[in-house]
């Protein structure tokens, strides 16, 4: 899985926020600002009314991102989750995706599978940071309302406050972050979809290259990404052109990245298939096209002499027809 974990200490970011001069973000300047208004003028109800109010904005704020974060992947997959649960893309729900996650022929998550994994994961995150950073922010306000003086708790005094206080509220904001982050082992960034995204809108304007197709089943196969730096000397991506045609070539046996670079260019697989077979299965979602032009060459092949991708695509086309028999 391309789950890279943020490694940034909690001083390298303190070190950040500082020499930014403390230049917050909107949310976190305004929930101190008015959580001093609440505990100076309400006191302590001011406090628990506020924060119960900013738990409630996080928790709507969070289920959105959450919503909005698993749409657009139902949206990458429409065509695949529709072949797997047997539904049309109009009906599809969000729901529909846990579906598709749990679709596993070989045993290995899918693309799917893993970027919900890491939405989840980062959910829990961010909930865990709002819920520390209320709670911290509360409590400093409360403080800060029976230890400063009537002058800085009105007119222009109070300004000078607040701002102090906005400043505060986004070290503590930070300070949450880093230990729901550090204590659930680093934020998840899973970018194998995001990459493949933008790689099926290029595919509908142009023809993809092997060397690009290559680039993204690495992300799903870190150990055949982590020979090639030992042999280089460098990532993939950092080699000239010349030398990464040599390492598909190389590779073809493994990867097959000329081999489903041909059918995508060809419109025989849809790119987003990319986000099962680089994890061994198949979504079974294939073209007619495909079906048509592959029997007599699927004809010649043994079971034990199958390569990797010519199992996948007898899998579909078995699959397929069936569903057309039913």
Same mark, same amino acid.
């Given at each position: ?28 300047? $305004?929930? =101190?600002?008015?959580?001093?208004? &609440? %505990?100076?003028? @309400? !006191? ?8 119960? +109010? ?98 800085? $708790?009105? =007119?222009?005094?109070?300004?000078? &406050? %607040?701002?102090? @206080? !906005? ?8 300070? +949450? ?150």
């Amino acid at each position: 899985m391309d789950d890279k974990k943020q490694q940034d200490s909690y001083f390298s970011k303190l070190g950040n926020l500082l020499s930014n001069d403390l230049a917050v973000g909107f949310l976190q300047f $305004l929930r =101190g600002v008015v959580q001093l208004s &609440a %505990a100076a003028t @309400f !006191g302590m109800e001011g406090t628990v009314t506020a924060a119960a +109010a900013f738990s409630g904005l996080t928790l709507f704020r969070s289920k959105h991102v959450e919503r909005q974060a698993k749409q657009n992947l139902l949206d990458l997959y429409s065509q695949e989750v529709s072949v797997i649960t047997s539904k049309p893309v109009s009906e599809l729900k969000i729901s529909d995706l846990e579906i598709a996650a749990r679709h596993r022929p070989d045993g290995k998550k899918n693309a799917i599978a893993l970027e919900l994994g890491a939405i989840d994961k980062n959910i829990k995150i961010g909930l865990a940071t709002s819920v520390i950073s209320i709670i911290g922010i509360a409590s400093l306000a409360t403080v800060a309302a029976n230890l400063l003086s009537t002058a800085l $708790l009105t =007119g222009a005094g109070y300004t000078i &406050a %607040a701002t102090a @206080f !906005g400043g505060v509220s986004k070290i503590i904001s930070m300070s +949450a972050d880093h230990m729901a982050s550090s204590f659930n082992g680093g934020k998840a960034q899973y970018l194998f979809n995001a990459h493949l995204k933008e790689m099926a809108k290029q595919s509908q304007f142009r023809k993809l290259e092997p060397e690009q197709v290559f680039s993204l089943l690495l992300k799903a196969n870190p150990e055949i990404e982590k020979e090639i730096k030992s042999k280089y000397a460098k990532d993939y991506n950092a080699l000239p052109i010349a030398v990464k045609s040599t390492i598909v070539d190389s590779y073809e046996d493994k990867l097959s990245a000329k081999h489903l670079t041909g059918m995508i260019n060809r419109a025989e697989m849809n790119t987003q298939e990319l986000g099962f077979i680089a994890y061994g299965s198949s979504s079974g979602n294939i073209t007619k096209t495909s079906i048509q032009s592959e029997p007599a060459i699927m004809q010649n092949y043994n079971d034990s002499d199958l390569s990797h991708v010519a199992k996948l695509n007898k899998q579909r086309m078995q699959e397929a027809t069936s569903r057309a028999l039913h």
